[in-house]
């Protein structure tokens, strides 16, 4: 008798205490509820929204469209729970997914699921307000499932998105999946019962806080034999999607976008609480990249890197000025660049004070990355003026010098340098400024460009014409719509494929062949001409942004006889560091040189960078590549 008193002395003892009727449930929310509350009963309690793999599946299509995700994004699950979305993301490709919460229990769970299925998430236990990551790790992070609100004051709520700011990288996304606080002061159930499992039930009690700013949940947990197995109160801050907007911008977040209002359902039809209706909010972080601490011994070279100056026009853009998507490309070369070993970087892009800023690191920068290629004052007629400059100042820089820049910008003369090389060159005539009468030497199709220019200047599907009055009527688009009143190049159009080549380094010491790409028409109308120029550079709604560019399918003697006259070119150019070649075969297969560009895109979705992907080498390794080629050259000449 007195073991079986002993025992139920012990059962009674371990049970949790319940209160019974409370008058107000605010009085009995422990402010760090949050600490003990995400266990084993939360997965039963909310099983009908946070264990359905359905729902999790139709989310992840959501959010993964929403923040544009590729296998390559760097994201973050932030308040992850058990790790389903992280998880998901991971099923789906996504190679770079961490998750972070404050449950043991829950992040053991996911660990275990992860191992299990053989994917790579990391999961860890920390804090949302200060996480173990390092600044500027993520291009995206979630905070889903109803995980924000928490805490006592919006003030640490704030703190959260300021942690956020903190480790993601610039132009990184932010999406937040948080109950709508308005719908729920008008639609909470002050009362309700279910089952979620056979043998549990749960009671839930609900009440608005004294400053109407919180809903407060009290949830009775109780076992049909054990009885009263939890009885825990809790409080969520109710946002509305100004309240977010708000808190958002105060965190210096930017274009703030309220994607959608989602009222959730399931399965079981039962209680779903904080996730009856929620808001989906995104939101962009513009700011500069933090610089990277480095030992003194790990620095070794100095190296100034100069842009086009963003606050002047451009007349090659579409809107005349540098965009998001100019912005978001030079902070994506800042990012790849600022690790680099035995590096140290500053920047410069302010060209009224250029000459100046530039002088006064004489003696005091190893060498400049020259990444003008707008031109000085982002005029392209003086894109050679930048190297010339610093020859001046005597300061090294990294690829080709003035009069490189200078004899590639003249395709005429190019054409004829490709002549006397024996390097094939489609046939062509120049019709200069002041002519008004022209013969055309070669059939039908012909293409009629600016001689002088990059970037696709007034090349476009126009351009590709299949009569004389065609012709006329090119030419006239270009003198008279872009105001040009330089020579015209006129050149039979080739009709085969439309190749690029890139060289990393200087031959014939040191360089890199990169593998030929080609573009890919196969999504364009048949009706327009297979040119890829103007539309296909600067314009997503233009059918021609389907252009795609995939790896050259070449017989050996046609890739051979491209390398091998690029290499001859470059020589004789004197093209340095890094080069891109534009060629295009003949209806018969036959390998022409379109052009050569000396200091070509740089940019991380251009079609060096592409190239580069193909030889396996990410956008930093082509950065890297591209620079030490010149630091090697820059030092064997002194």
């Given at each position: 008798?007195?073991?079986?008193?002993?025992?139920?002395?012990?059962?009674?003892?371990?049970?949790?205490?319940?209160?019974?009727?409370?008058?107000?449930?605010?009085?009995?929310v422990?402010?760090?509820?949050?600490?003990?509350?995400?266990?084993?009963?939360?997965?039963?309690?909310d099983?009908?929204?946070?264990?359905?793999?359905?729902?999790?599946?139709?989310?992840?299509?959501?959010?993964?469209?929403?923040?544009?995700?590729?296998?390559?994004?760097?994201?973050?699950?932030?308040?992850?729970?058990?790790?389903r979305?992280?998880?998901?993301?991971?099923?789906?490709?996504?190679?770079?997914?961490?998750?972070?919460?404050?449950?043991?229990?829950?992040?053991?769970?996911a660990?275990?699921?992860?191992?299990?299925?053989?994917?790579?998430?990391?999961?860890?236990e920390?804090?949302?307000?200060?996480?173990?990551?390092a600044?500027?790790?993520?291009?995206?992070?979630?905070?889903?499932?109803?995980?924000?609100?928490?805490?006592?004051?919006?003030?640490?709520?704030?703190?959260?998105?300021?942690?956020?700011?903190?480790?993601?990288?610039?132009?990184?996304?932010?999406l937040l999946?948080?109950?709508?606080?308005?719908?729920?002061?008008?639609?909470?159930?002050?009362?309700?019962?279910?089952?979620?499992?056979?043998?549990?039930?749960?009671?839930?009690?609900?009440?608005?806080?004294?400053?109407?700013?919180?809903?407060?949940?009290?949830?009775?947990?109780?076992?049909?034999?054990?009885?009263?197995?939890?009885?825990?109160?809790?409080?969520?801050?109710?946002?509305?999607?100004?309240?977010?907007?708000?808190?958002l911008?105060?965190?210096?977040?930017?274009?703030?976008?309220?994607?959608?209002?989602?009222?959730?359902?399931?399965l079981?039809?039962?209680?779903?609480?904080?996730?009856?209706?929620?808001?989906?909010?995104?939101?962009?972080?513009?700011?500069e990249?933090?610089?990277?601490?480095?030992?003194?011994?790990?620095?070794?070279?100095?190296?100034?890197?100069?842009?086009?100056?963003?606050?002047?026009?451009?007349e090659?853009?579409?809107?005349?000025?540098?965009?998001d998507?100019?912005l978001?490309?030079?902070?994506?070369?800042?990012?790849?660049?600022?690790?680099?070993?035995?590096?140290?970087?500053?920047?410069?892009?302010?060209?009224?004070?250029?000459?100046?800023?530039?002088a006064?690191?004489?003696?005091?920068?190893?060498?400049?990355?020259?990444?003008?290629?707008?031109?000085?004052?982002?005029d392209?007629?003086?894109?050679?003026?930048?190297?010339?400059?610093?020859?001046?100042?005597?300061?090294?820089?990294?690829?080709?010098?003035?009069q490189?820049?200078?004899?590639?910008?003249?395709?005429?003369?190019?054409?004829?340098?490709?002549?006397?090389?024996?390097?094939?060159?489609?046939?062509?005539?120049?019709?200069?400024?002041?002519?008004?009468?022209?013969?055309?030497?070669?059939?039908?199709?012909?293409?009629?460009?600016?001689?002088?220019?990059?970037?696709?200047?007034?090349?476009?599907?126009?351009?590709?014409?299949?009569?004389?009055?065609?012709?006329?009527?090119?030419i006239?688009d270009?003198?008279?719509?872009?105001?040009?009143?330089?020579?015209?190049?006129i050149?039979?159009?080739?009709?085969?494929?439309?190749?690029?080549?890139?060289?990393?380094?200087?031959?014939?010491?040191?360089?890199?062949?990169?593998?030929?790409?080609?573009?890919?028409?196969?999504?364009?109308?048949?009706?327009?001409?297979?040119?890829?120029?103007?539309?296909?550079?600067?314009?997503?709604?233009?059918?021609?942004?389907?252009?795609?560019?995939?790896?050259?399918?070449l017989?050996?003697?046609?890739?051979?006889?491209?390398?091998?006259?690029?290499?001859?070119?470059?020589?004789?150019?004197e093209?340095?560091?890094?080069?891109?070649?534009?060629?295009?075969?003949?209806?018969?297969?036959?390998?022409?040189?379109?052009?050569?560009?000396?200091?070509?895109?740089?940019?991380?979705?251009?079609?060096?960078?592409?190239?580069?992907k193909?030889?396996?080498?990410?956008?930093?390794?082509?950065?890297?590549?591209?620079?030490?080629?010149?630091?090697?050259?820059?030092?064997?000449?002194?």
């Amino acid at each position: 008798m007195k073991n079986k008193a002993r025992n139920y002395h012990n059962k009674c003892k371990n049970r949790p205490k319940t209160l019974g009727p409370v008058s107000h449930l605010e009085e009995h929310v422990n402010p760090d509820w949050w600490k003990k509350i995400f266990n084993s009963l939360y997965l039963k309690t909310d099983a009908d929204i946070v264990d359905d793999a359905s729902i999790t599946r139709q989310e992840i299509d959501t959010f993964h469209n929403i923040l544009k995700l590729t296998p390559e994004s760097h994201v973050l699950d932030l308040c992850c729970g058990q790790g389903r979305h992280a998880l998901e993301l991971a099923r789906r490709g996504v190679k770079n997914v961490e998750g972070l919460d404050r449950s043991h229990y829950l992040i053991q769970r996911a660990k275990a699921t992860a191992k299990k299925e053989g994917l790579g998430v990391k999961f860890r236990e920390g804090d949302a307000r200060k996480t173990p990551y390092a600044t500027d790790t993520f291009d995206a992070v979630m905070l889903l499932g109803n995980s924000f609100g928490y805490f006592e004051t919006s003030e640490e709520d704030l703190r959260v998105l300021k942690e956020v700011k903190r480790i993601l990288k610039p132009w990184g996304k932010v999406l937040l999946d948080v109950a709508d606080g308005s719908y729920l002061k008008e639609n909470y159930q002050p009362r309700s019962w279910e089952w979620i499992d056979k043998h549990n039930f749960v009671c839930r009690e609900r009440s608005i806080s004294t400053d109407g700013q919180k809903l407060i949940s009290r949830e009775v947990i109780v076992n049909e034999t054990s009885g009263v197995i939890a009885d825990q109160f809790y409080a969520e801050r109710l946002y509305t999607s100004e309240g977010l907007v708000e808190l958002l911008k105060k965190a210096e977040f930017t274009d703030v976008e309220i994607v959608d209002f989602v009222k959730s359902e399931t399965l079981r039809n039962q209680d779903l609480g904080m996730m009856e209706r929620r808001i989906f909010v995104t939101a962009s972080l513009k700011k500069e990249w933090t610089p990277k601490k480095k030992k003194a011994k790990d620095v070794e070279k100095n190296v100034v890197v100069v842009f086009g100056d963003p606050k002047k026009r451009d007349e090659l853009k579409p809107c005349g000025v540098f965009d998001d998507d100019d912005l978001y490309t030079i902070d994506q070369l800042k990012g790849s660049i600022q690790s680099a070993e035995g590096y140290s970087f500053k920047y410069l892009n302010n060209h009224d004070t250029l000459i100046s800023d530039l002088a006064k690191l004489k003696g005091k920068v190893d060498f400049v990355f020259n990444l003008c290629d707008e031109g000085y004052s982002n005029d392209p007629r003086r894109e050679l003026h930048v190297p010339a400059l610093l020859e001046m100042l005597g300061i090294p820089y990294t690829g080709s010098g003035p009069q490189c820049l200078a004899f590639c910008y003249d395709k005429a003369l190019v054409r004829g340098i490709a002549k006397d090389l024996g390097v094939p060159v489609p046939e062509g005539i120049v019709v200069k400024a002041e002519d008004s009468m022209f013969e055309l030497p070669m059939g039908f199709p012909v293409i009629v460009k600016p001689n002088f220019g990059d970037s696709s200047f007034g090349l476009n599907q126009h351009s590709v014409c299949n009569s004389y009055d065609e012709v006329v009527r090119a030419i006239y688009d270009i003198r008279e719509g872009l105001g040009y009143d330089k020579p015209i190049l006129i050149e039979e159009f080739l009709t085969g494929k439309d190749l690029s080549i890139g060289i990393i380094g200087n031959p014939p010491e040191s360089y890199n062949v990169l593998p030929i790409i080609q573009e890919d028409y196969s999504e364009l109308p048949e009706d327009l001409p297979r040119v890829c120029g103007y539309e296909a550079k600067w314009i997503p709604e233009s059918p021609y942004w389907k252009i795609k560019s995939v790896p050259a399918d070449l017989p050996r003697d046609a890739e051979e006889k491209i390398i091998e006259c690029s290499l001859k070119l470059i020589s004789r150019l004197e093209c340095r560091d890094y080069t891109r070649l534009d060629w295009r075969l003949d209806a018969a297969g036959n390998p022409k040189l379109l052009e050569v560009n000396p200091n070509p895109g740089w940019c991380w979705d251009g079609h060096l960078a592409k190239m580069a992907k193909l030889a396996g080498m990410s956008y930093e390794d082509m950065l890297l590549s591209i620079l030490k080629s010149a630091d090697e050259r820059i030092s064997s000449q002194k």
